[in-house]
């Protein structure tokens, strides 16, 4: 099939940055119907990207074509189902790339390190480095946890709207793994608030009793991750809290420029 002068043009154009425009503009499609909750109009779209509702549907055909978007019956666009193993595969090699600085939070720290993403409204932990303590913590990586229990899920919430905090909440309720776990929206946001204030995020036997866990975002990672290490509270004390937080910021620092610099 002929194609039209408009669209080839269009196609072949390269950008300011060298990259091929109906390429960055199908991607931020994409990223901006994530940022919606996966499921957008064509108007929501051209009025967030000031891009004409043509050119927006051209390039929505193209990804519903490959599969990386479906439109729905109520004729708005969700995300496809291609995309899942784009970013099961992706997932694993954020785990990949993380476990030299878990091998050596463990090496520095003497405990158990993770890393986990916010998947949804859940915590999927993506890499673990155990303790070569014969008594050390287990999660299982593709384990998925609520975040209102978890130090992980404190750190990578701590960033978030309370609004939006709120909302993730009433949806996943907020059960009681232990007697210590925080189980009010208002109790929740309070912790995040320390959060934010501290610096760190703690998880003191809310996940389960005799487990303390201390963890951090990484800042200005492609997708949101955070890392902790976890160890029994007779280990990870106060005064061990002290030496082991500057340990984990840091290194959190370093997989961060890691991330940025291999283009993740």
Known sequence: MPTSSASTTDSAKSSASGGVQSLERAFDLLERMADAGGEVGLSELSATTGLPLPTIHRLMRTLVACGYVRQQPNRRYALGPRLIRLGESASRLLGTWARPYLARLVEETGET??????????????????????????????????????????????????????????????????????????????????????????????????????AVSVPDSPTAAAISISGPAGRVTEAATDKIVPVLQGIAVELSQTLASSGA
């Open 113 to 214: 390190a993770n890393m986990a993403l916010l998947d949804g409204d859940e915590i999927v932990y993506v890499a673990q480095v155990p303790s070569k303590h014969s008594m050390r913590m287990f999660t299982e990586v593709g384990r998925r946890v609520l975040p209102h229990s978890t130090g992980v899920g404190k750190a990578l919430l701590a960033s978030v709207p309370d609004e939006e905090v709120r909302a993730l909440l009433a949806r996943t309720g907020m059960p009681a793994a232990t007697e210590k776990t925080i189980t009010t929206p208002d109790g929740f946001l309070a912790a995040l608030e320390d959060v934010r204030r501290l610096g760190y995020a703690v998880d003191d036997n809310e996940q389960e009793i005799g487990v303390r866990c201390l």
